[in-house]
């Protein structure tokens, strides 16, 4: 049946021109991929699901034994993995939030007619092309409290960015910021310019006030791309490790990922590890279903 | 047709015979080990060898931060990349029992090398289970913590006579930890960038962890009973307790930012004029007396981990020794070797290229003992070192004790008392889930 949809497709394709049938398609390019997908991700993914019940230790010859819940149940009651989540929730709303009011803001300011518009968002745009460690690398550089350029600019004399335990998590958030912010910029200016422009001019004509335009206008025609924007950045930032892991190594930075990658590469918990991988699966996956239904809601309105 | 064939066919035979015989003469070898001068020194030492004997060893590194990852990694794949790997002494627990590790137990004994290293060398870095005549690893790089100070600055006529003032004896070569913080609290001045000392404080791997031990052992306490497993009252113990107070208060002496610091930072500490004092490894000493990498060179000087209040005196263990992969192709190649890198002229050449070697006779030796202002230093104290767990289950009792130490040291957070009540909790949880212990 499939096959029959297939080969009856519109005979006018650039495929079809070609002379590449569907079938070949699909067997060229789509089942390649979908097996690249089974061996690469699915089959792991089921794989470790296993391992998660067990007490198997990739550094170990030693059988694994079934232990059922074990795992699951000893990291929930765990205060340390507790503290670990707390960070990494404290971290995206600080980050996210963060990235929100820059990206938009920058948005909105570049969202009119100003000169060389183009090669300043191109300019906006370099802190996100650059690679995570290097960020992680210039920015301690910067924040170092004996000749960091940000203190030294500030007038901060030798304030503890990195090492103060209360202000490392701000510190590897505002670095997030300035890395990310430009991506809700993007998104932000695509959606920005959708807004058709005859509702500004209505408004103008009712004398709407620039408040209530952006309230009334603005905001809800943005609302859906912005809303994207949110979903990647906080699956992002849920998952972060390299920044954190770069900038400091105070526990009040250890983030959810960096004791994943402790317990299941240098404890070699592998077994444990499994287990709270999927753990972070199923909250990432939870907290993305929530900003779907809601993103959904605010595409009807 | 039939010629066609038979020409195609003796010239796969004879590219496969080529071939065969020029791998047959280009035996190569593989060591692996953390990036680091000494790794430097041993390329070097190697390249004598294949002098020598035709085969090629290349030394390959990694940064320290990922070289247990990458090293295990690459064991429980049981890869072939690496023959030989100079991995660090608190291994050897789960390496050998897992099986990554060649048994070297035989050759150990044919060469005596029980005699010929320095017997801590032989318990740290060979020797698991403790005291068990099993030896898995040869002595390679012996190291252990000691201490670089700026001599301009406690030689300065006008600051010893402060110093006696304010302390009531001479500014000198501490004699004992009291000494060790008067001196960083003395010279601890943020108004003018100046600041009394520079500790280890990095809780990514094991440079808190070596920090703390020394003032540990140096007053008088242990990390637990390495035999039995027992660690309520050990780790928790009232010396402990007091010299994780005195390692937090050296901590308050440090300059700004100091809490993520290892040997790079604490050599930064001497080169760019911001401690009197600094904690090292030997091993990162070499780069101090050289000009070129340290402009105080010349008012640089060393002394090794002072004693505690009640006399002892011990430092924490460094260092590495050299194993055969299991999993190598050319275990033979690699043994032999390990031939010729224990005899003394090696040895003595290895020293003489900046590694540490653990030939007690090297060590022994004037000539070595003159070869630089911290030679010394250091044959004294690789007599009186001690070391962490080598158990199998190590990173986790490593990870538990940066966990429980970190906050207090730098954070402020707890007393002495609980972390170290709260740490033994943790390793005895620990232990009971491998039963160590019922």
Request: with cysteine.
């Amino acid at each position: 049946m499939a096959t029959a949809v297939m080969t009856t497709l519109d005979p006018k394709s650039r495929s079809a021109a070609r002379g590449m049938s569907d079938l070949t398609i699909r067997n060229l390019f789509i089942i390649p991929t979908i097996v690249f997908l089974i061996v690469f991700n699915i089959f792991p993914l089921i794989y470790s699901l296993g391992y998660s019940f067990t007490d198997f230790r990739a550094s170990s010859p030693a059988a694994a034994n079934f232990v059922g819940l074990q795992n699951y149940r000893e990291l929930l009651n765990d205060p340390f993995i507790w503290s670990n989540f707390a960070i990494t929730a404290k971290y995206v709303i600080v980050s996210v939030v963060g990235q929100v009011i820059v990206g938009f803001g920058v948005a909105l300011l570049l969202n009119r007619d100003i000169p060389l518009k183009g090669l300043l968002t191109t300019l906006l745009l370099l802190p996100m092309m650059l690679s995570m460690a290097v960020v992680g690398l210039f920015w301690k550089l910067l924040y170092d409290p004996s000749f960091g350029i940000i203190n030294y600019t500030l007038g901060l004399g030798s304030f503890e960015w990195l090492s103060n335990p209360d202000m490392a998590l701000y510190a590897v958030a505002i670095t997030d910021i300035w890395m990310w912010s430009p991506f809700v910029m993007l998104l932000s200016l695509a959606g920005l310019s959708a807004v058709p422009k005859h509702l500004y001019e209505a408004a103008a004509i009712d004398r709407a006030g620039s408040f209530y335009t952006f309230f009334r206008i603005t905001l809800p025609l943005v609302a859906p791309i912005l809303m994207i924007a949110i979903i990647f950045r906080t699956m992002e930032a849920f998952k972060t490790f390299d920044l954190a892991y770069i900038l400091t190594s105070q526990p009040t930075t250890e983030v959810i990922s960096i004791r994943l990658y402790k317990m299941a590469f240098q404890e070699w918990q592998t077994g444990r590890s499994c287990a709270l991988a999927y753990i972070v699966l199923i909250m990432i996956l939870a907290i993305t279903n929530i900003y779907v239904k809601y993103l959904n809601k605010v595409k009807e309105r | 047709m039939r010629k066609t064939m038979t020409s195609m066919l003796a010239g796969i035979g004879l590219v496969l015979a080529c071939g065969t015989s020029v791998y047959a003469q280009d035996k190569e070898l593989t060591i692996f080990w953390a990036e680091w001068d000494p790794a430097n020194y041993l390329q070097e030492l190697v390249n004598l060898y294949e002098a020598e004997s035709g085969v090629k060893v290349t030394v390959e590194t990694t940064p320290w931060s990922d070289f247990q990852t990458k090293a295990f990694t690459e064991f429980n794949a049981k890869g072939s990349a690496y023959d030989m790997v100079v991995g660090d002494s608190q291994w050897i627990g789960a390496a050998s029992e897992a099986g990554h590790y060649v048994d070297l137990t035989d050759f150990f004994n044919k060469h005596n090398l029980k005699e010929v290293m320095a017997p801590a060398t032989v318990k740290y870095y060979a020797e698991y289970p403790s005291n068990s005549g099993k030896y898995w690893s040869i002595p390679a790089e012996g190291d252990a913590v000691g201490w670089s100070y700026r001599k301009d600055w406690f030689e300065d006529p006008k600051e010893m006579e402060a110093f006696k003032a304010k302390y009531g004896y001479d500014l000198g070569v501490p004699k004992d930890w009291k000494q060790l913080r008067d001196i960083a609290e003395f010279f601890h001045r943020p108004d003018e960038k100046r600041y009394g000392v520079a500790i280890y404080t990095d809780n990514s791997y094991d440079a808190l962890v070596m920090g703390v031990e020394n003032a540990i052992f140096s007053f008088g306490g242990e990390l637990g009973d390495y035999a039995t497993y027992k660690v309520d009252g050990i780790i928790n113990s009232e010396q402990n307790v007091k010299a994780l107070e005195a390692y937090k208060e050296l901590y308050s002496f440090t300059p700004p930012g100091w809490a993520k610091a290892f040997f790079i930072e604490d050599n930064q500490a001497i080169t760019e004029n911001l401690a009197a004092m600094s904690m090292n490894y030997f091993a990162f000493f070499p780069a101090l007396i050289n000009e070129a990498s340290n402009p105080n060179a010349k008012v640089t000087g060393f002394f090794a981990n002072p004693p505690g209040p009640n006399g002892d005196q011990f430092a924490a263990l460094g260092g590495q020794g050299i194993s055969v992969i299991s999993y190598s192709q050319n275990q033979e190649e690699a043994m032999k070797f390990l031939e010729w890198f224990i005899k003394d002229e090696t040895q003595k050449k290895w020293a003489e290229l900046g590694g540490y070697t653990a030939s007690a006779k090297v060590l022994e030796s004037p000539e070595f003992q003159n070869a630089t202002p911290y030679n010394k230093a250091f044959y004294e104290t690789m007599f009186k070192v001690k070391d962490f767990w080598a158990t199998p289950e190590y990173a986790e009792l490593l990870i538990q004790m940066n966990q429980r130490v970190y906050p207090y040291i730098t954070g402020n957070q707890g007393t002495a008392k609980e972390v170290l009540d709260a740490l033994a909790a943790d390793w005895n949880a620990t232990f009971k889930k491998y039963n160590r212990v019922k």
